[in-house]
């Protein structure tokens, strides 16, 4: 098997290089400075040289203690809006409850800020484009946190893919079989949005990247094992593209073991398979015997992070690291604001078509 060494997104020497010419600190606060925006956001931010975190917020006391403990230079206060109203700071990272992140992104762009925002991006497309028009009039960037994009892995399919390996992406499909999320605010369907849109938003984006402009969704699920929650524990998505593509999510939140995401596409000349936790990528062509089998090579900065369910979780430095870019440069972030509202949408279709029954169409209105 072979390892691939090269950097999919851009190197350590050339985050060096940007250092060296932009060595000014860009000064950053922490909406939400809970499990992720503390082991995930504040984490990576600290290990940025050029980077200060001046500020971050925890309405639980044991969060604000725990983020003393890892950064005693940082400001930690309970209202998130001492954080946003700063007037010394570039950009916000909104890392709260989904519910709370219209709210939150929109008071940092009226107070001046960048905004990187935890996906998703919102509730609902309406929420999502108060936020987007929101960062218009301010003139600021918005990036959304689908750190899947980011992620050397699925970098490297997209590179295969775009060099025409398996030909026009025809199919593609994602299977995550994993044990529950944690409860507390994630149990809850006002809070979160629902399932697919707390959880699978990740997945939706992927497909939106690899096929372009969703068409119609049509799903099915439920509640069938977790029943301490509001949020249903298994689905079945299945998503119509432009030009007759199509992707599919198979989801199940009861399997004991495991937390591989098997994510896939499939054209005319062949097809890729990826495993996330094992970082393996597999190439089949039609027009070659042999199968070629790739494992992509650990990133040092990422690969110590492993997420609350246990799984390796990769690509928030890199996501990071273009946002700061960005700002620096006023260029626009590949998840920008229109890509997190047409993740939401497809979501959102998804539940929908769960709750009538029937398949939902996507109006342009809705993208």
């Given at each position: 098997m072979?390892?691939?060494?090269?950097?999919?997104?851009?190197?350590?020497?050339?985050?060096?290089?940007e250092?060296?010419?932009?060595?000014?600190?860009?000064?950053?606060?922490?909406?939400?400075?809970?499990?992720?925006?503390?082991?995930?956001?504040?984490?990576n931010l600290?290990?940025?040289?050029?980077?200060?975190?001046?500020?971050?917020?925890?309405?639980?006391?044991?969060?604000?203690?725990?983020?003393?403990?890892?950064?005693?230079?940082?400001?930690?206060?309970?209202?998130?809006?001492?954080?946003?109203?700063?007037?010394?700071?570039?950009?916000?990272?909104?890392?709260?409850?989904?519910?709370?992140?219209?709210?939150?992104?929109?008071a940092?762009?009226?107070?001046?800020?960048?905004?990187?925002?935890?996906?998703?991006?919102?509730?609902?497309?309406?929420?999502?484009?108060?936020?987007?028009?929101?960062?218009?009039?301010?003139?600021?960037?918005?990036?959304?946190?689908?750190?899947?994009?980011?992620?050397?892995?699925?970098r490297?399919?997209?590179?295969?893919?775009?060099?025409?390996?398996?030909?026009?992406?025809?199919?593609?499909?994602?299977?995550?079989?994993?044990?529950?999320?944690?409860?507390?605010?994630?149990?809850?369907?006002?809070?979160?949005?629902?399932?697919?849109?707390?959880?699978?938003?990740?997945?939706?984006?992927?497909?939106?990247?690899?096929?372009?402009?969703?068409?119609?969704?049509?799903?099915?699920?439920?509640?069938?094992?977790?029943?301490?929650?509001?949020?249903?524990?298994?689905?079945?998505?299945?998503v119509?593209?432009?030009?007759?593509?199509?992707?599919?999510?198979?989801?199940?939140?009861?399997?004991?073991?495991?937390?591989?995401?098997?994510i896939?596409?499939?054209?005319a000349?062949?097809?890729?398979?990826?495993f996330?936790?094992?970082?393996?990528?597999?190439?089949?062509?039609?027009?070659?015997?042999?199968?070629?089998?790739?494992?992509?090579?650990?990133?040092?900065?990422?690969?110590?992070?492993?997420?609350?369910?246990?799984?390796?979780?990769?690509?928030?430095?890199?996501?990071?690291?273009?946002?700061?870019?960005?700002?620096?440069?006023?260029?626009?972030?590949?998840?920008?604001?229109?890509?997190?509202?047409?993740?939401?949408?497809?979501?959102?279709?998804?539940?929908?078509?769960?709750?009538?029954?029937?398949?939902?169409?996507?109006?342009?209105?809705?993208?």
């Amino acid at each position: 098997m072979e390892t691939l060494t090269g950097e999919c997104l851009a190197g350590r020497a050339d985050i060096r290089r940007e250092k060296g010419r932009m060595a000014e600190q860009f000064r950053i606060g922490i909406v939400g400075a809970g499990w992720f925006g503390r082991e995930a956001h504040l984490a990576n931010l600290l290990g940025m040289d050029d980077v200060t975190v001046v500020a971050a917020c925890s309405k639980e006391e044991s969060e604000r203690s725990k983020v003393k403990g890892a950064a005693p230079a940082v400001d930690v206060v309970a209202d998130w809006r001492q954080v946003v109203d700063r007037p010394d700071l570039d950009a916000v990272i909104v890392s709260v409850p989904n519910f709370m992140h219209c709210e939150v992104a929109v008071a940092a762009f009226e107070s001046g800020k960048h905004v990187f925002c935890e996906k998703p991006l919102g509730l609902n497309t309406a929420e999502c484009d108060r936020i987007i028009a929101a960062a218009e009039r301010a003139g600021k960037v918005l990036q959304v946190g689908h750190e899947m994009r980011y992620q050397r892995l699925y970098r490297h399919m997209r590179e295969l893919v775009d060099r025409g390996e398996v030909g026009a992406v025809q199919l593609m499909w994602c299977r995550e079989f994993r044990g529950p999320m944690r409860l507390g605010w994630r149990a809850s369907e006002s809070m979160t949005g629902g399932t697919l849109l707390e959880k699978n938003c990740h997945h939706f984006d992927l497909f939106n990247w690899f096929l372009g402009r969703p068409l119609r969704v049509a799903a099915i699920g439920g509640r069938n094992v977790l029943l301490d929650r509001e949020v249903i524990d298994n689905a079945m998505v299945l998503v119509e593209y432009e030009g007759g593509r199509r992707a599919v999510l198979q989801l199940c939140l009861f399997a004991p073991y495991g937390g591989e995401i098997e994510i896939g596409v499939a054209g005319a000349r062949g097809k890729i398979d990826t495993f996330s936790q094992a970082w393996r990528l597999t190439l089949q062509r039609f027009d070659v015997d042999e199968r070629l089998e790739l494992a992509v090579g650990e990133d040092p900065v990422e690969a110590a992070f492993v997420d609350a369910a246990g799984q390796v979780n990769r690509g928030v430095y890199a996501e990071l690291r273009e946002f700061i870019r960005c700002c620096r440069t006023g260029e626009r972030p590949l998840v920008d604001g229109q890509a997190g509202r047409m993740s939401v949408a497809v979501a959102v279709a998804a539940q929908e078509s769960i709750r009538s029954g029937e398949m939902v169409t996507l109006q342009p209105a809705n993208l």
